[in-house]
T-cell receptor, first 115, second 116 residues
Framework: KAGVTQTPRYLIKTRGQQVTLSCSPISGHRSVSWYQQTPGQGLQFLFEYFSETQRNKGNFPGRFSGRQFSNSRSEMNVSTLELGDSALYLC??????????????FGQGTRLTVV | AQSVTQPDIHITVSEGASLELRCNYSYGATPYLFWYVQSPGQGLQLLLKYFSGDTLVQGIKGFEAEFKRSQSSFNLRKPSVHWSDAAEYFCAVLSYSGGGADGLTFGKGTHLIIQP
């Protein structure tokens, strides 16, 4: 069974640009969550999608957005990039939303560098 | 608001020695608690989780953790560490609000160094 796949693994962007990251969950999983990991703030919850609907969102500005497709693949977009957006972006999939009674499987992440 | 505190930023342990990583949480209701491990350049791997029932939970790779409600703690232990255990360890709590689960709240992590 393939794991969570995140693409690309590494990305370098310039301030002011926008970026789209992709996450393919484990087959059969319908919930996808996104997290941002930085040395200063640690791991922070961005948002969760289930059945193409955003269920909840963390405390991030509107520049951070996402969507989920009918095949459960998810994308997150960051517009008007700032230097502080440089981070490892992790995607997690689970079979049901909320992860409370299931195990969330994480991808290897996308390392975004904003210059 | 919920929070997770991992008091130790770095811990150095000799190979073969026992290990305990501390985790304290702040959450009003019964918490769902997790320990994850992250190796350099990798994503997070779940070591173990606590939802209810027995307060001592067993995980993968020989790890265990004990939930102590009175101390708001969920410490991770391993009786004998191996060099391959060197990694970053994260404690997390799953928080809920009126709209359902709000995602995992993580501690800042503990960097484990294994001395030969």
């Amino acid at each position: 069974k393939a794991g969570v796949t995140q693409t690309p693994r590494y990305l370098i962007k310039t301030r002011g640009q926008q970026v789209t990251l992709s996450c393919s969950p484990i087959s059969g999983h319908r919930s996808v969550s996104w997290y941002q990991q930085t040395p200063g703030q640690g791991l922070q919850f961005l948002f969760e999608y289930f059945s193409e609907t955003q269920r909840n969102k963390g405390n991030f500005p509107g520049r951070f957005s996402g969507r989920q497709f009918s095949n459960s693949r998810s994308e997150m977009n960051v517009s008007t990039l700032e230097l502080g957006d440089s981070a490892l972006y992790l995607c997690a999939s689970s079979s049901v939303p909320g992860q409370g009674n299931t195990e969330a499987f994480f991808g290897q992440g996308t390392r975004l560098t904003v210059v | 608001a919920q929070s997770v505190t991992q008091p130790d930023i770095h811990i150095t342990v000799s190979e073969g020695a026992s290990l305990e990583l501390r985790c304290n949480y702040s959450y009003g209701a019964t918490p769902y608690l997790f320990w994850y491990v992250q190796s350099p350049g990798q994503g997070l791997q779940l070591l173990l989780k606590y939802f209810s029932g027995d307060t001592l939970v067993q995980g993968i790779k020989g790890f265990e953790a004990e939930f102590k409600r009175s101390q708001s703690s969920f410490n991770l232990r391993k009786p004998s560490v191996h060099w391959s255990d060197a990694a970053e360890y994260f404690c997390a709590v799953l928080s809920y609000s009126g709209g359902g689960a709000d995602g995992l709240t993580f501690g800042k992590g503990t960097h484990l160094i294994i001395q030969p």
